[in-house]
Each structure stands twice: as C-alpha cells, then as structure tokens.
C-alpha cells in the first residue's frame, strides 16, 4: 500500500512540474516520504510561489537530516562508552577526537559540535524534537541552547518551554532578545554571574583571512572600557585627517589600533616563529606562498620581508626546494637538539588529523613507546601539542608514516585518517 502511496505522489509531483506542487506540501513532515516527493520536484520549472513551498518543505528536511546527524554524533559517545569501556567523561573525549578526523574538523569546532550534540540530546530534548520535526531550523536550534548553556538544566528547559512555541515565528535576533530576558527574569544572579564570568575570559584573538591579511580582535571586554578604547582610536584618527592625508577613516583606525598596541608590546625578546619558504622565492625567482606555522600560508613579498625585517623574535626557517627541505636555521643563535630540529624540518605543525598548532610549540612523541623500543630515533619522532599527545595515549590512536611522508592514523573504533605531509 505504501509503495502504491509513494509511486502516486511521484507520478503527482512530476505533473506538478506545470501546474504547481503536490497538494498538501506545505503541511508534510519531514522525513522519507517527504523526501521522495521533493526528489520528484523541478524546482526551475515552478512559478515563483511554488518554490517558496518547496524551498520551506527542503528546509523542514534539512532540519530533520540535521537532527539526525547530532544524534549520530552523540551516539559516538555511546560507542566510546560502550565498545572501549570508558566513563561519560573519557568517552566524550574520545569521540571528539573521532569526530576531528572523521569529518575533518578542527578540534575547536568538534567540541563545539559534539558539545551541541549532547545538549540536544540530553539537556534540551525539546529543542531537538523541534528541529527533528522541522518546526525550527539550525540557526533557532543554536540560538536556544548557545543563549540558556550559562543556566542550569532545569532553569534552561524552563526557559525553553516558555519560548519554545513562539520560536519559528521570531528572527534569530529576536529570539536572544526574547532569551535573555527570560533567562534574567528567572534568574537575575546567574545572569549577574554570567557577566562577570565573560569578563574573566576576556582574550585577545588573531585569525588569517581569506586575503592574506590577518583579523586581530579582543572578546568580552567591559562594555565601558571597550567604549572608550573605540572613542581614544576615533580622536587620534581624526587627528591625521588633513588635506595630504589618503587613508580613509576605516584604514587611519585600523593603523592607530596596531600602532597603538605595537607601542604597548615591544620588548627586547620575542618569541619562536617558525617560517617555511622555497629557495626560488627567497633568492626573488618565484612567487610562491610562504607558510608561518601554525598560521597558514603568507604572499611572497610578505615572506621576504618577514625574512629581512624582524629580528626581534627568534625565527625558525625551513628552505625547501621542491618540497625537500634543503637548509633549516635560526636567525640567532640559541642551543636546540639536533633531533628536535630534525623533526620540526619535517613537520611544521602537531600531526594529529586537523591540528595546526606549531611544532615549535609541541611535545615529541615516541611512535613506539621508548619503554619498548629503548631508543630515540628521528624517523619514530613526531611533534604533537600537549592536548593531542596526552589524547593520542589516553583514547589509544596509532599512526604510522606512509612512503610518502604522510601520516596513516588508526582511532579506538577502527576508522583509519591521514594526516597529509605539508598540508596548507
């Protein structure tokens, strides 16, 4: 009977092509038979009303795929439980690590993301049927678990059951606003706590672009001194406004913010850099990309500048020639081993799958533990940062190098990933 349902609806959403969508799509759950009647559909060939209604019936199945796909992560933390015998805690770790290299994230976002998962689940099962159902989508999903994650789990679900009907009808700006005062009206403290917790974190970030350049930003300033800080950056560039004066007022505060925190900064010692560059580009020959560990890839004329202008900091530099390094150094002298110089030639960042933290700045690892092998070999050592070391022998990841210089790593539950060598 249902085979004869679903080859009715088929055969109805191909006619549909020129006179509408199916009756009724508007009102469709989400889910298999959902599914076969969109497949069915010619979105180009309706008229402009129709593909809203199977533009909103695609995103009440998107919702529900994506339901499904947190239930599915979560449930790696059943199998960690499960398969390896560990605790809720180690079991949650270890699936981050899963989820890291089974969907090639980086370790911020598979916390986030495994983080999500289990809230939906296990805190908010509420939320969770709503986008399973289709009622809201992704964004609202986030929004009420990201804004209640600072109350306890009864506050939250409270909170949540007040704005949970209201929720697919408001903008995701609407529903924090909606949000927020609930959660201060139930429960003022926390919110007070809450505050005062962000200014405790508050942190200075650097992230590369797109572009090549670099976004530099400060989060969970107090909101006065933030204030202030903009005010003192607006009156010193409007100070070099002036009629030779080019730069726009976006650019003249932008180079009074670096200036002014270069100004703050400086110090007769600075840190490791590591920078990686092919010998045609240093001599001036070629206009390949350089690599800042850790950061990613830099423009030619950027690496040579680098090069030439800082001197400050101790800075690494690994010349290759194609892809071989061919001559590694320091631009001053400092005592490291020769094994470690060796290993950081090799590998400019942590090796676990998706980790870009520099190998200047990692442990190094015995693939073969020493109390096995009782030697220290070059080729057996890799570079990991203290969070993948510790996580590498805790959850029991193996690895082995490929003839190719690539990394073939085994997790607890079987699945096998690489870490490719040189990756940008």
């Given amino acids: 009977m ?7 609806t088929i055969s109805e959403a191909v006619a549909s092509q020129t006179s509408g969508v199916p009756a009724g799509l508007d009102e469709m759950e989400p889910g298999p038979f959902l599914g076969i009647v969109l497949s069915g559909i010619d979105i180009g060939r309706l008229r402009g009303t129709d593909r809203v209604t199977v533009l909103k019936a695609r995103q009440r199945m998107a919702s529900h795929y994506t339901a499904e796909t947190y239930e599915a992560m979560a ?4 199998a960690y439980q499960e398969e390896e015998h560990q605790d809720y805690e180690g079991a949650a770790d270890g699936a981050a690590y899963e989820l ?37 989508d992704q964004r609202r999903a986030r929004t009420i678990v990201w804004q ?7 506050t939250a679900r409270l909170v949540t059951d007040r704005i949970i009907d209201d929720a697919p009808h408001l903008t995701t700006g609407q529903l924090i606003a909606r949000i927020r005062k609930l959660a201060i009206t139930v429960d003022p403290d926390t919110a007070q706590r809450r505050y005062d917790q962000a200014i405790a974190d508050r942190r200075v970030v650097i992230e590369p672009t797109d572009d090549g350049t670099a976004n530099l930003c400060a989060f969970d300033l107090p909101p006065d001194r933030a204030i202030a800080a903009r005010q003192h950056i607006d009156r010193l560039a409007s100070s070099l406004r002036g009629p030779d004066e080019s730069r726009s007022m976006d650019q003249l505060r932008a180079d009074v913010y670096v200036d002014l925190l270069c100004g703050r900064t400086v110090s007769g010692k600075g840190g490791v850099v590591d920078i990686r560059v092919d010998l045609e580009t240093l001599m001036g020959l070629a206009a390949s990309p350089g690599e800042l560990a850790g950061y990613g ?27 071989h390094p061919v001559a590694t150094g320091t631009t001053r002298r400092r005592p490291t081993t020769g094994q470690r110089r060796v290993v950081e030639a ?11 933290i520099p190998a200047t700045e990692c442990d190094l690892d015995h693939r073969i533990e020493w109390s096995k092998s009782h030697r220290t070999d070059t080729c057996d050592l890799g570079p990991f940062c203290r969070h993948d070391h510790g996580g590498r022998h805790e959850h029991g990841w193996t690895y082995q190098y490929l003839p190719n210089g690539d990394i073939e790593w085994t997790s607890p539950l079987g699945h096998t990933y690489t870490t490719h060598n040189r990756d940008p």
């Fill in 2 to 8: 249902l085979d004869v349902m679903v080859d009715d």
């Fill in 297 to 323: 890839p830099v423009v030619d004329d950027i690496t040579r500048h680098i090069i030439a202008d800082h001197t400050g900091a101790e800075w690494r530099y690994t010349v290759t020639h194609n892809g």
């Fill in 75 to 78: 449930s790696i933390v059943d």
């Fill in 148 to 154: 209640t994650t600072h109350l306890d789990d009864d």
């Fill in 346 to 356: 090799r590998h400019d960042t942590c090796i676990f799958p998706g980790c870009r």
């Fill in 100 to 136: 890291r290299a089974a969907l090639q994230l980086t370790r911020r976002a598979a916390d986030v993301e495994l983080s999500f998962a289990l809230d939906l689940r296990d805190r908010l099962p509420r939320v969770a049927g709503a986008l399973s159902s289709g009622v809201i």
